[in-house]
């Protein structure tokens, strides 16, 4: 069963940084890209940020570019993302997520939020 947990959320002024992690169990998590994805107050889950499975590959959504940066370390299966110049339109529940075994898996979701 696939499993995984957000953590590291939490409030941050505007400009701060923050790194939020995700830890997953469940599947051979060294072969599969992981994403992140966010869902803002009242707004649609949109997609964040994806990395292939041996980093080679990292993709941002136009708005994040230069700012979030998405990692991973296959020994410890575990996903990141650093989150600079944060802006309070970043205020979000962050999802990790990962397509296996033909659907989509979810985590709990961690609440960053943004604000002074």
């Known amino acids: 069963q696939v499993r995984l947990v957000e953590s590291g959320g939490g409030l941050v002024q505007p400009g701060g940084s923050l790194r939020v992690s995700c830890a997953a169990s469940?599947?051979?998590?060294?072969?599969?890209?992981m994403n992140w994805h966010r869902e803002p107050p009242g707004k649609e889950r949109e997609w964040v940020a994806s990395?292939?499975?041996?980093?080679?590959?990292?993709n941002y959504a136009h708005s994040m570019k230069g700012r979030f940066t998405i990692s991973r370390d296959n020994d410890k299966n575990m996903v990141y993302l650093q989150m600079n110049s944060l802006k309070p339109e970043d205020t979000a529940v962050y999802y990790c997520?990962?397509?296996?075994?033909?659907?989509?898996?979810w985590g709990q979701g961690t609440q960053v939020t943004v604000s002074s």
């Open positions: 990395i292939g499975p041996n980093s080679a590959i990292t």
């Open positions: 469940g599947l051979p998590f060294r072969l599969y890209t």
């Open positions: 997520n990962v397509f296996f075994g033909g659907q989509n898996h």
